[in-house]
Nanobody, 129 residues
């Protein structure tokens, strides 16, 4: 079965850290562009970070640069999002996605459609004291 599944969300105080994981099954995610996205209540989904299948450069939204780090582990067929110095405005449902169609890579991390990517179900991250 082809799917991706996130884990690792939770409640954390401002300034704290969380590590999100995304496990892929049924395909090799290193063959595709991959990304992390988030959606806060009442807001549109936005790109957080994305990584081209062709190189190791990771791109980040300005709001998370210097605080979040995206990585990928081919041996585990997984990718990760390390989030440090979390802020209340980081509160959102976080999704991982793998772009399987229209594979041109845009480093601004636009949100891929469900027709063009595998999406996980999302994991809630809440930053609050």
């Amino acid at each position: 079965q082809v799917q991706v599944a996130e884990s690792g969300g939770g409640l954390v105080q401002p300034g704290g850290s969380l590590r999100l994981s995304c496990a892929a099954s049924g395909f090799n995610l290193t063959y595709y562009n991959t990304g992390w996205f988030r959606q806060a209540p009442g807001k549109e989904r936005e790109g957080v970070s994305c990584l081209s299948r062709r190189d190791t450069r990771t791109n980040y939204a300005d709001s998370v640069k210097g605080r979040f780090t995206m990585s990928r582990d081919g041996a585990k067929n997984s990718m990760y999002l390390q989030m440090n110095n979390l802020k209340p405005e980081d509160t959102a449902v976080y999704y991982c996605a793998v772009q399987t169609r229209n594979g041109g890579f845009d480093p601004s991390c636009p949100v891929w459609s469900y027709n063009d990517a595998y999406w996980g179900q999302g994991t809630q991250v809440t930053v609050s004291s």
